[in-house]
T-cell receptor, first 114, second 113 residues
Framework: QKEVEQDPGPLSVPEGAIVSLNCTYS??????FMWYRQYSRKGPELLMY????GNKEDGRFTAQVDKSSKYISLFIRDSQPSDSATYLC??????????????FGKGMKLTVNP | DVKVTQSSRYLVKRTGEKVFLECVQD?????MFWYRQDPGLGLRLIYF???????EKGDIPEGYSVSREKKERFSLILESASTNQTSMYLC????????????FGSGTQLSVL
């Protein structure tokens, strides 16, 4: 079993839809959970960052971590065409996880249609 | 804003050529990384560096080397390019201990013919 699993999609939704992106993981030592967004022909950029379990909200974006199920989610409300991108989950351990130990999902390509 | 700049957006090279990919960051980050990104395989770490003149192998270092002579600059070297090294190459940087907010460059799409 891979450490981090992410459905690669692609996912296509109409503008205004609620989008749910998910990752599962197997390493119970993961404590830091991130979502990166990557536009076409660009590098990934950090979108959301959470530590341990719970929810974190930033505008239309909500990151959710369920450590008991080893499952993380990113919700996008009122999705816009500008949200069309590839979304990568990433996670790391505590306390000694260096950047080189960051584990990425393969990414889910999202298209929001006007 | 943090800026990570990769010298080339697109590069076409011939098999057997020596290839240099350059990366510069302007935020005084200690950590620098080279990844490659391939469809269906995701991001894979090639090499990383915690400090000047220091380097560590990542998950797929074979066929690559790196150089970090200055803190802001991290170079990836393909000693003898092969067709299976055709890929998107991404440089990233971060502070030590930020666990682990990476800042990426825009990438270099390398084609080896």
């Amino acid at each position: 079993q891979k450490e981090v699993e992410q459905d690669p999609g692609p996912l296509s939704v109409p503008e205004g839809a609620i989008v749910s992106l998910n990752c599962t993981y197997s390493n119970s030592a993961f404590q830091y959970f991130m979502w990166y967004r990557q536009y076409s022909r660009k590098g990934p950029e950090l979108l959301m960052y959470t530590y341990s379990s719970g929810n974190k909200e930033d505008g239309r974006f909500t990151a959710q971590v369920d450590k008991s199920s080893k499952y993380i989610s990113l919700f996008i409300r009122d999705s816009q065409p500008s949200d069309s991108a590839t979304y990568l989950c990433a996670m790391n351990t505590l306390p000694q996880g260096g950047s080189e130990k960051l584990v990425f999902g393969k990414g889910m390509k999202l298209t929001v249609n006007p | 804003d943090v800026k990570v700049t990769q010298s080339s957006r697109y590069l076409v090279k011939r098999t057997g050529e020596k290839v240099f990919l350059e990366c510069v960051q302007d935020m005084d980050h200690e950590n620098m990384f080279w990844y490659r990104q391939d469809p269906g395989l995701g991001l894979r770490l090639i090499y990383f560096s915690y400090d000047v003149k220091m380097k560590e192998k990542g998950d797929i270092p074979e066929g690559y080397s790196v150089s970090r002579e200055k803190k802001e600059r991290f170079s990836l070297i393909l000693e003898s390019a092969s067709t299976n090294q055709t890929s998107m190459y991404l440089c990233a940087s971060s502070f030590v201990g930020t666990n682990e907010k990476l800042f990426f460059g825009s990438g270099t799409q390398l084609s080896v013919l």
